[in-house]
């Protein structure tokens, strides 16, 4: 079975500071993917890597940064936590082009 | 933008019955679909992927598709008060065209899905 972790289920972090989530896969995969899930907004991509070192913009990387120093790990790193960061953050990987995505069980980020 | 669109529910159905969740994609482009069943407070977890044109079934789930009208759907039968949950319908998009491309996943808002017992 495929097994993706996230670092923390639950995070609480004030604003301004420097936060960083950490995701490990364990199946070689080449894909992975960081969202954000919101009421209403549904999941929404931030980040995404297709190889170690490589990482490219999703759809809302304003204000985050990510990454991938090793092929299981992908780091996402909130460089000044802002109140508009709270939210259900997940981690997900994919063998490889074409193929279903699994997830972390998330990270649920409170910034106050 | 490539969307994909959900009715966002709620959905009722009685137990025992078959529950019917569709799914609407613009990019005629996709190759390959997902559904996830999400609970709540929960990660999405796969329940379903389909490739090509008609049903395909697993156990007491069935993903149709229909390319030329750009249409999937989810049946599950004998609906279980366990299947009350969030689905997603997701479609596969082309993220980067260069390097050897990457692929990602769109992903419909969810149809809320309430099983009555």
């Known amino acids: 079975d495929v097994k993706v972790t996230q670092s923390s289920r639950y995070l609480v972090k004030r604003t301004g500071e420097k936060v960083f989530l950490e995701c490990v896969q364990d199946m070689d995969h080449e894909n992975m993917f960081w969202y954000r899930q919101d009421p209403g907004l549904g999941l929404r991509l931030i980040y995404f890597s297709y190889d170690v070192k490589m990482k490219e913009k999703g759809d809302i990387p304003e204000g985050y940064s990510v990454s991938r120093e090793k092929k299981e790990r992908f780091s996402l790193i909130l460089e000044s936590a802002s109140t508009n960061q709270t939210s259900m953050y997940l981690c997900?990987?994919?063998?490889?082009?074409?193929?279903?995505?699994?997830f972390g069980p998330g990270t649920r980020l409170t910034v106050t | 933008q490539k969307e994909v669109e959900q009715n966002s529910g709620p959905l009722s159905v009685p137990e025992g019955a078959i529950a019917s969740l569709n799914c609407t994609y613009s990019d005629r482009g996709s190759q390959s679909f997902f559904w996830y069943r999400q609970y709540s407070g929960k990660s999405p977890e796969l329940i379903m992927f389909i490739y090509s044109n008609g049903d395909k079934e697993d156990g007491r789930f069935t993903a149709q598709l229909n390319k030329a009208s750009q249409y999937v759907s989810l049946l599950i039968r004998d609906s279980q008060p366990s299947d009350s949950a969030t689905y997603l319908c997701a479609v596969n998009i082309e993220l980067r065209k260069s390097g050897g491309g990457a692929d990602g996943l769109t992903f419909g808002k969810g149809t809320h899905l309430i099983i009555q017992p």
């Open positions: 997900a990987s994919s063998l490889a082009r074409g193929y279903e995505q699994y």
